[in-house]
């Protein structure tokens, strides 16, 4: 049976900067951390895999000196801990209030895989609750029901490191050649790639100039009516027309990897 595997944060939706980017924020300020994210710091942020790591690159000597943080390794394990659950939790919250609307085409093509009785998995490095609630939102809670999801701190090394996928292979019983991944960023290419899987990127809003180097099919998303896809690159030679259909994603993996 083939499988579609999503990513969660820019693939089921733009999430990064209308939810992770506040959440972060409202943390920092909740705990008194005089850190406040820019679009333009949070650009580069996002190249670091998981929301603790993230949180752990503010954590220099000097900054953790001067702001009476713990120094050692298990201080600030266990402050990271309570920072990012705190972010799952705020982050969640604008999950549920609308605030986080779907990618085009998720739903559609989720369904349409369902349909076709593929296999629906997301592997991302977030949080699972947050993994949870955005894929609820995406695609309803009955579909989402349908999906294995594998997430957060399940594997030694987060992407762009192909642990996530390997597991997600290794979980379904599946091979490389008998499942597509949708991903929207670099690190999210080469971890997939790493893993022996072909890959549909769908452009999201901090990751438009990322190398996809490796990728099957690159498009601006999977497409809804009246909000078409368009296609950015094909190494492997399937261009979709203006939605990307279940057939585009069977095509992608029938035919060799770029």
Known sequence: MP????D????????ERNGHLPAFNRTFAEFGVP????????????LIGGGKERMASILTPEFVAANGLPADADGQRELLAEWHKRKTAIYTELVASGALPPRPGIA???QEAADADWTLAVASTSAEPSVRAVLEHAVGQELAARFAVFAGDI?????PAPDIYLLALDRLGI???????????GNGVRAAVGAGLRTIVTVSAYTADEDFDGASLVVTSLGDPGEPAEVLAAPAGVEPGALVELRDIGAVMHRPRP
Do not use: M, N
């Open 3 to 6: 499988a579609l595997i999503f």
């Open 8 to 15: 969660c944060d820019g693939v089921l939706a733009d999430t």
């Open 35 to 46: 850190v406040q994210w820019s679009d333009d710091d949070y650009r580069e942020k996002v």
């Open 108 to 110: 559609r093509i989720a």
């Open 155 to 159: 594997v030694p090394h987060k992407k």
């Open 175 to 185: 091979g490389p050649d008998d499942g597509v991944v949708v991903e929207d960023s």
